[in-house]
């Protein structure tokens, strides 16, 4: 059995993977969860037509570098490790001309790195309705704005939802298992009967 040793091969085979099923079961709403965030942006980049939605509850992020739990650079094309498509085009990732805000979007917030203007576009994303989710009690309060605001700049049509402005309190990252998943489950059902064409 081999083991699995980098995030980029991870992300590959989950890419790989993501898109086969969709070529056999047809259009879906991609969820992701943490770690697997970069995965939903890989899947739609690679069967655009087939990804009617991506909820990304609290995704691996924030683009470009790690933070809380990681430091150093991270996710060298903003979402992900690997290749996802730019227009125009990229062929490595150091084309990306990216460049630190100069000051975070409120306290306790990540300064977020962002393209320097014209941002690229993530054409095979720009089409599909995207969700990032974060909990209140969740260390990704500090950062999932970023994710939120690169997609936008980035042509991505993406709503950053913070649980606590819907009214629904205390949850931690692990959203699923809480007692009142059922009132999170009835929020990502609301947005995607209002977001689905």
Same mark, same amino acid.
Not at 35 to 50: E, H, K, N, T, V
């Given at each position: 059995?081999?083991?699995?040793?980098?995030?980029?091969?991870?992300?590959?085979?989950?890419?790989?993977?993501?898109?086969?099923?969709?070529?056999?079961?047809?259009?879906?709403?991609?969820?992701?969860?943490?770690?697997?965030?970069?995965?939903?942006?890989?899947?739609?980049?690679?069967?655009?037509?087939?990804?009617?939605?991506?909820?990304?509850?609290?995704?691996?992020g924030?683009?470009?570098?790690?933070?809380?739990?990681?430091?150093g650079?991270a996710?060298?094309?903003g979402p992900?490790?690997?290749?996802?498509?730019?227009?125009?085009?990229?062929?490595?990732?150091?084309?990306?001309?990216?460049?630190?805000?100069?000051?975070?979007?409120?306290p306790?917030?990540?300064?977020?790195?962002?393209?320097?203007?014209p941002?690229?576009?993530?054409?095979?994303?720009?089409?599909?309705?995207? /969700?990032?989710m974060?909990?209140?009690?969740?260390y990704?309060?500090a950062?999932?704005?970023?994710?939120?605001?690169?997609?936008?700049q980035?042509?991505?049509?993406?709503e950053y939802?913070?649980?606590?402005d819907?009214?629904?309190y205390?949850?931690?990252? /692990?959203?699923?298992?809480?007692?009142?998943?059922?009132?999170?489950?009835?929020?990502?059902?609301?947005?995607?009967?209002?977001n689905?064409?």
């Amino acid at each position: 059995m081999e083991t699995v040793i980098s995030n980029e091969v991870t992300q590959q085979r989950n890419q790989d993977a993501g898109a086969a099923l969709l070529d056999k079961i047809g259009p879906a709403v991609v969820l992701t969860h943490s770690q697997s965030g970069a995965f939903g942006w890989l899947i739609a980049d690679a069967r655009p037509q087939l990804v009617k939605a991506i909820v990304a509850i609290e995704p691996s992020g924030p683009p470009f570098e790690a933070t809380i739990i990681g430091t150093g650079k991270a996710r060298v094309w903003g979402p992900t490790d690997i290749p996802i498509t730019y227009d125009p085009p990229v062929k490595d990732p150091g084309e990306l001309a990216v460049e630190r805000e100069a000051q975070a979007d409120g306290p306790d917030l990540f300064v977020c790195w962002m393209q320097k203007a014209p941002a690229r576009q993530l054409v095979n994303l720009k089409n599909i309705p995207v /969700m990032v989710m974060a909990a209140e009690a969740s260390y990704h309060q500090a950062y999932d704005h970023c994710t939120a605001k690169y997609l936008n700049q980035a042509g991505v049509k993406t709503e950053y939802i913070r649980l606590q402005d819907k009214g629904i309190y205390g949850n931690g990252h /692990m959203v699923m298992i809480k007692k009142n998943n059922l009132d999170i489950a009835r929020l990502v059902d609301g947005w995607l009967q209002n977001n689905l064409r």
